[in-house]
């Protein structure tokens, strides 16, 4: 059977420090008051922190640290966690022995406090004990006679962190859900949402996520297309916060149950940025996505896409064909809308009309004729369709060809003299010909119309600042065999990623595209028409010089642009022929 815990007062009256009447009294005010005994104590001048402090450690079987002691700022080290936490939280590190941080806390019996600080600096923590005061005298000692210059990638740490500070003491005694202002421009939590995708805007991220969790709130950037964790928020706040991005987005506040979608714009830098931004019902509350669209993502030029020299050339020749069809595949977020609205950037000129069907309309360009999709009125992908062809355009773009009657007036669009850009989800370029025949299209049709289909996926580029080039023993053999690079052919040329303040310590800054480019032949049309086999269909592309996503990766690799494994996470490396 379990020892029961002693009680702080039973400790306390045991050690002489205080009686048992001054307990009972301390109790009684206390529980009117909603605060702790042993902060009742201290304010009633029956004990002093420090000894409600050790009389704590001895309650939880912890070790109490005397900060006043000589040699303990040489045990304190700063640098295991960030700064805000620090301040934020009242902790300070000791170190750290294998997995477990050892951390000095003032109050053991807040839990949530544990659980993240678990979560947010990925190892077990270890606590000891010393009193609130010593903390915050030791830290503002430490920190303000020691302060070192703060990296741009420090300093945005704690952008969010203060925000939030500001409306936890603004609501301290208040339920944040009833009293927090969603409205008011001044209020803690229209300045906390502002900061935050500001602070996003600034870090190159592509999304927001606001994901509400049994006990907190997390949020996560996606940068680079990866999510990291930026601060988990209490979940006291999460009402408030979800109303107030509802509320700038469009979105009803009142409806909870159901999806939504709506738009922000803001403007940061004196550049407007809009969020395009969608809630789902999730089991804690809904889930808010927020993606960041920037008006000059779009523009960057061809040559920055990551095309390689051949390839680029014959993008270009296609292009500018009259009629027929050109498609770009990928998965969600392989950057093939930008691909495709770079290429009418070129395009766009006084003696070419371009009409586009998207859904959504994500960037706005001068001089092109741009529909909504709006299905809840009838406004389909192909009402539209048909609609565009009325209209005597030269070019058309489709967002997505999601089945056959839209893929069918798209084809007829590029028979008649069109020439037709589209996106199908397919892993690669060959896949998509038995993807329109599997819809429904006549295989004649499909033979005839298309005249070049590309796969394309994003890959993380290296720091130009950081990256070195790879040494011998930086080579992983695993990851050079998959994507077919013998190692003396990369050591020397491959670079590795080592991290600094411009990358974020990452390695990888800023993202190109790998691509596959088939163009159609005789043999290709003459396999299509027959309904053959991806596997036949891919095999005489690579014979007519279509040139695989993986083996276009390593020439990315050999370049020193990014890693093989970057290359093998991306490019499905499955699919690389022998």
Known sequence: MA????????????????????????ADLAK???????????????????????????????????????????????????????????????????????????????LELMDMLRFRLNAEVEPRIAS????KAFIEGTLESKRS?????????????DSIDRTIDRSVDRSVDKSIDVAAEDSPIVKLTNRMLTEAVKMRASDVHIEPMADRVRLRYRIDGVCIERDNLPKRM???????????????????????????????????????????PAYHGESVVLRILRPDSVRIGLENLGFEADNLTVFNRIIRRPNGIFLVTGPTGSGKTTTLYSALDILNRPDKKIITAEDPVEYNF???????????????????????????????LVGEIRDREVGEIAIQAALTGHLVFSTLHTNDAPSAITRLIDMG?????????????????????????????????????????????????????????????????TGFRGRRAIFEMMQMNSQIRDLAFHRAPVVEIRHAALKSGMRPLVFDGRLKVLGGMTTADEIARVAQVAGVED
């Open 132 to 135: 609130r005061s010593d903390i």
């Open 441 to 505: 299209i006549k295989p004649f049709l499909v033979a005839s119309s298309i005249q070049a289909i590309m796969a394309q996926r994003l890959i993380r580029i290296l720091c130009k600042d950081c990256k070195k080039v790879a040494e011998e023993a930086d080579l992983d053999h695993k990851y050079l065999n998959l994507i077919d690079l013998k190692p003396e052919d990369a050591l020397g040329r491959a670079n590795k990623p080592v991290g600094c303040p411009t990358c974020a310590n």
């Open 238 to 280: 999460q009402n408030a916060l979800l109303s107030r991005v509802k509320l700038m987005s469009g979105m009803n506040i009142a409806e909870k149950r159901a999806p939504q979608d709506g738009r922000i714009k803001l403007g940061v830098d004196d550049v407007f940025i809009d969020f395009r931004v969608s809630a789902c």
């Open 32 to 110: 009117s008051s909603g605060k702790r005994l042993g902060e009742v104590m201290v304010e009633q001048g029956y004990a002093s922190e420090g000894q409600v402090a050790k009389a704590l450690a001895n309650q939880f079987g912890m070790e109490y640290v005397d900060l006043a002691a000589s040699g303990m700022s040489s045990k304190i080290d700063m640098k295991l966690i960030p700064e805000d936490l620090v301040r934020k939280h009242l902790i300070l590190p000791i170190g750290k022995v294998g997995s477990k941080l050892q951390l000095v806390i003032h109050d053991p019996m807040d």
């Open 149 to 161: 210059p703060i990296t741009e990638a420090n300093a945005g740490q704690s952008l969010v962190t």
């Open 3 to 26: 020892r029961s815990r002693k009680k702080l007062g039973e400790i306390l009256v045991g050690w002489g420090v205080v009686t048992a009447d001054q307990v009972s009294k301390a």
């Open 366 to 396: 001068n001089g092109i004729n741009q529909c909504q999709v709006r299905e809840g009125i009838g406004l389909t992908f192909s009402a539209i369709l048909r609609s565009m062809l009325r209209q005597a355009p030269n070019i058309i």
